[in-house]
């Protein structure tokens, strides 16, 4: 009985899904590609046509380098590059090296070193972050 019991609790912790969706355990293998920012909401709210940047990619590879690009507000296209690393239980992703974001008149600069990860699947990957008092979320798609 007790083996058994033992056992469960293994198979419960080794199945540990992120609150949106997506198993924990691949997140450090799904992370790493391009992705697209498909949607942005703030503390719930959809708020993707108030950005006033465009064309968001995030790229994460395997070496622990992370870029980003996107199209600023006056038109032009904006690259960077950092680290990133996943925290020990993988639900977190630390971020290094980059600038914050202008995102929307609303939210004029936001920034974090910390990604609280809400859903990680081969075809989604979601992550919010807090920031000048609001909840920030994005969503994104590989590209």
């Excluded at 056992?7 to 992120?18: P, R």
């Excluded at 920012?37 to 395997?62: F, K, P, R, W």
């Excluded at 038109?75 to 929307?104: A, H, M, R, T, Y």
């Excluded at 075809?123 to 994005?138: I, L, P, Q, R």
Aim: hydrophobic letters at 35%; glycine letters at 6%; aromatic letters at 12%.
């Amino acid at each position: 009985m007790k083996l058994t019991a033992f056992v469960m609790v293994l198979s419960l912790a080794s199945c540990q899904k992120f609150a949106d969706g997506g198993l924990v355990k691949k997140a450090d293998t799904r992370i790493l590609t391009t992705w697209k920012l498909q949607s942005y909401l703030v503390d719930g709210v959809e708020a993707t046509q108030t950005l006033v940047i465009s064309n968001l990619l995030e790229s994460y590879n395997d070496n622990g380098t992370y870029s980003r690009s996107y199209t600023d507000n006056d038109g032009l296209p904006f690259d960077e590059s950092g680290q990133w690393n996943l925290d020990d239980k993988s639900e977190i992703v630390d971020i290094s090296g980059v600038s914050s974001l202008e995102l929307s008149d609303q939210h004029s600069t936001v920034s974090s070193d910390h990604y609280n990860i809400l859903r990680m699947k081969k075809d989604e990957y979601w992550y919010s972050y807090e920031n000048g008092g609001a909840t920030h979320e994005f969503h994104f798609v590989p590209l």
